[in-house]
């Protein structure tokens, strides 16, 4: 091989090698990472602005570390068996889940909710732990986590519904003792579905859980540890930057 051969090569070479290490540097986008949650106005929801406030943050986050995003509502069934196929890259509005946390990463939380107990207004229940509600029809979304002794209490009489706003109508209706959801979820429903029953429903305290809201990037990525730690990188200087509590506000989340 003669000298402007080699010179060539070499330079074909420092070529490619110089895009392999663009294509590996930390916060640079190999390549679209599709992004999923479920129906859970406020936090995220198909009709909802941005698609909801986790979609928002997750997206804005992701954006920030320098990731090219699409973002998908989508039942939870179908993310949930997605999950463990890893055909989503991140799934967001999640609380700590041990299923999923078997295939995915979670993140540092971008949110933390008050998951509350509603009874009809004026009713007798009081709420001295799991065991106290025994007696009672306790209104549970499909699906849904809400706390983990509370998901595998199966002495409990659990009724399925499709969304939190049914729930809570049958609450308000009689046809069952109690629900529960995130405060968020529940204040969010009652305003933009049916205003009139605020005044037929009240919180049990104490609370049942304090639950933080994170996301999870899929397992099956080889970069999936890299995503996380720039998604919490970027997440804190949202904090710090003020961007995180507009986005907040943004949602009518206090």
């Excluded at 679209?32 to 698609?51: H, R």
């Excluded at 009489?157 to 405060?183: C, F, H």
């Excluded at 305290?205 to 995503?227: C, K, M, T, W, Y």
Aim: proline share 5%; charged share 25%.
């Amino acid at each position: 091989m003669g000298i402007p051969e080699m010179i060539g090569l070499k330079r074909l070479l420092l070529s490619c090698a110089v895009l392999m290490s663009l294509a590996t540097t930390p916060g640079m986008a190999q390549d679209s990472l599709l992004i999923v949650a479920d129906e859970w106005p406020p936090f995220s929801g198909q009709n909802l602005p941005d698609k909801g406030l986790s979609l928002d943050i997750t997206r804005t986050a992701l954006t920030r570390a320098g990731y090219d995003v699409e973002v998908a509502v989508l039942p939870w069934a179908r993310i949930m068996s997605g999950a463990q196929t890893g055909e989503y890259d991140v799934i967001t509005s999640l609380f700590r889940d041990p299923e999923i946390q078997k295939v995915m990463t979670y993140s540092e939380p971008f949110f933390e909710t008050t998951v509350r107990f509603v009874q009809r207004k004026g009713g007798p229940i009081t709420f001295e732990g799991l065991n106290s509600l025994q007696a009672y029809r306790i209104a549970v979304a499909a699906g849904y986590v809400y706390e983990e002794a509370f998901d595998t209490a199966d002495f409990l009489d659990k009724i399925e519904v499709t969304t939190p706003i049914q729930g809570l109508r049958m609450v308000a209706a009689g046809r069952v003792d109690l629900t529960l959801d995130s405060m968020e979820v529940v204040r969010h429903s009652i305003r933009l579905q049916d205003p009139d029953i605020l005044d037929q429903i009240e919180f049990l305290d104490p609370a049942l859980a304090r639950q933080e809201i994170h996301i999870a990037v899929s397992g099956f990525r080889d970069d999936h540890n890299r995503i996380v730690s720039d998604f919490n990188a970027a997440l804190q200087e949202m904090r710090e930057d003020g961007s995180l509590a507009r986005l907040l506000k943004k949602h009518q989340i206090d």
